[in-house]
């Protein structure tokens, strides 16, 4: 059964720092990863989505990285706002017939101090 | 397209009570999922279907807990009889096959 989990469970960080938020999971075998944000009582916006034959995705000040034969992928981001403060969520889909729903982490909980 | 949506956006209810859920998924979407997410446990995949037809029902929890695609643009989840532990954020999200996969903003259910 595909684990997916996510370090730190929390990060706290001043305004401007650069971060990086860590995803993996247990089998190697995705047809892709997607990471989302949620904010406080809302459901989920996806931020960038990594096909399995792709090594990275950027937007804006974001940066995905996806590494496969190890299961690891990054979250990249680049001079955090207060705005970014929410909970960031990895999730996988398995490759192969049927496996179609995304498995998740339980997600970083991410606080910029201003 | 207004994305998925979710109806109701909370609901109370008391144990023994039957609860239903619903979604409008994205237009042209094959895919529609519904998972539950709480604290304790995160997001679980509930069941999902694809081309209106229930593909894994795996992480249903309970014979009470049953779900329906009548047509490509709803979908119920039903709870008979409701209890406590079912307390959580419902979810409903659209996608097509190896591209993203689009949430509403969830249903919060309270059980008492």
């Known amino acids: 059964k595909q684990e997916v989990t996510q370090i730190p469970a929390a990060l706290s960080v001043p305004e401007g720092e650069n971060l990086v938020l860590n995803c993996s999971f247990t089998?190697?075998?995705?047809?892709?990863l997607q990471w989302f944000r949620q904010d406080p009582g809302k459901g989920l916006t996806s931020l960038l989505l990594?096909?399995?034959?792709?090594r990275e995705q950027t937007s804006g000040r974001l940066n995905a990285s996806l590494d496969k034969s190890s299961g690891r992928s990054t979250l990249y981001i680049a001079a955090s706002q207060p705005g970014d403060s929410a909970t960031y969520l990895c999730?996988?889909?398995?490759?192969?017939?049927?496996?179609?729903?995304?498995?998740f982490g339980k997600g970083t909980h991410l606080i910029i101090q201003p | 397209d207004a994305g998925v949506i979710q109806s109701p956006r909370h609901e109370v209810t008391e144990m023994g009570q039957e609860v239903t859920l619903r979604c409008k998924p994205i237009s042209g979407h094959d895919y529609l999922f519904w998972y539950r997410q709480t604290m304790m446990r995160g997001l679980e995949l509930l069941i999902y279907?694809?081309?209106?037809?229930?593909?894994?029902d795996s992480g249903m929890p309970e014979d009470r807990f049953s779900a329906k695609m009548p047509n490509a643009s709803f979908s119920t989840l039903k709870i008979q009889p409701s209890e406590p532990r079912d307390s959580a954020v419902y979810f409903c999200?659209?996608?097509?096959?190896?591209?993203?996969?689009?949430f509403g903003q969830g249903t919060r259910l309270t059980v008492v």
């Open positions: 089998d190697s075998a995705i047809y892709n």
């Open positions: 990594i096909q399995s034959s792709q």
């Open positions: 279907f694809n081309n209106n037809v229930p593909i894994d």
């Open positions: 999200a659209a996608g097509r096959r190896g591209t993203e996969a689009f």
């Open positions: 999730a996988v889909i398995l490759s192969g017939g049927g496996a179609d729903g995304l498995t």
